[in-house]
């Protein structure tokens, strides 16, 4: 039988370590060069340890120009810092934590709520790309009606780049993501269609299912994880791993050049819906609602789990 000093000891225990293991990730993940910059080793990125250098907020062109003023300055020793591209911003977006939705442990200091990507919408050329940093949330907003913050990234000098293109080829102002274009390219021969209902994007390594809508029409998701466990259960394709999509497992098929639907040209994707599709991420915040994406134009936000009534597109992992 557990004593009542073991039984409080334990918990107490299990927190410590805990938190010895994820600072140890956050370490390994983030080297902090103590001069003002954080380096993101998963990404390649260089970011300011300062999360708002240029005391916003401002708005989308001013928030180009704040950067242009840190170069001018030489931030940190350095005169290449960019506006990043939402692929960029992106990938410090930890939606399993929130205020703020960053990595638990993170380095960095000064977190705003709003910041701008150099990133231009598609479809609404006076609109570029935001993401919410209290929960992690991708919209857009007016470039000159709108007012958010400033996060500077640069790429370490002879890093290669390993977070693809966003794909947004036309520039609006100076130092732009249509102006710059960072991000490694995509291969022409992205998709792999292997002839039985499944088709493998060779960048991600990920499976889906040919057809973007199975169920044919929305369900909630209660009916989503049960259409796909029946996916399993009947082998769909010769396979029973089939499973809703993260966010960023979502987002890796967008193409921010594109609307309606937002993929690339070559895709061989049948029944693609202009509509928003189910992750199997919840919001912690709110455990009632879900992550979704928007295969429209590519908004990432949630809806409740049981109310609302949206699109499924199962994927596993390639051998």
Known sequence: MISKRASILIPVLFFLLFSLV?????????QDHRDGTITDRRTGLMWSKNADPAAGPFNWSQALDAVSGLNTKKYCGYQDWRLPNVNELASLVDRSVYAP?????HPFLNIKVWYWTGTTTADYRNHAWRIYFFLGN????????????????RTIDGLPDKLPKTCQIISYYPGDDGALRTGRYLPEKRFYDHGNGTVTD????????????????KINQYDAVKFVANLNAKKYCGYNNWRLPEVNELKSLVDYGKTDPVLPDSHPFLQITSGIYWSS??????????????MKNSRVDYYNKNHHQLYVWPIRRAN
């Not at 939705?101 to 442990?105: E, I």
């Not at 991420?281 to 928007?294: F, G, L, R």
Request: glycine share 6%; aromatic share 16%; with cysteine.
């Open 281 to 294: 991420e919840p919001n912690i915040q709110a455990p009632a609602y879900s992550w979704c994406v928007d």
């Open 101 to 105: 939705a960053l990595p638990r442990g």
């Open 138 to 153: 991708i919209d857009y907003g007016h470039k000159y009606h709108m007012l958010n913050y400033v996060w500077p990234v």
């Open 202 to 217: 060779c960048v991600s390594g990920l499976m889906w299912t040919k057809n973007a809508n199975l169920p044919l029409g």
């Open 22 to 30: 994820n600072s140890y990730a956050v370490e390994e993940r983030f």
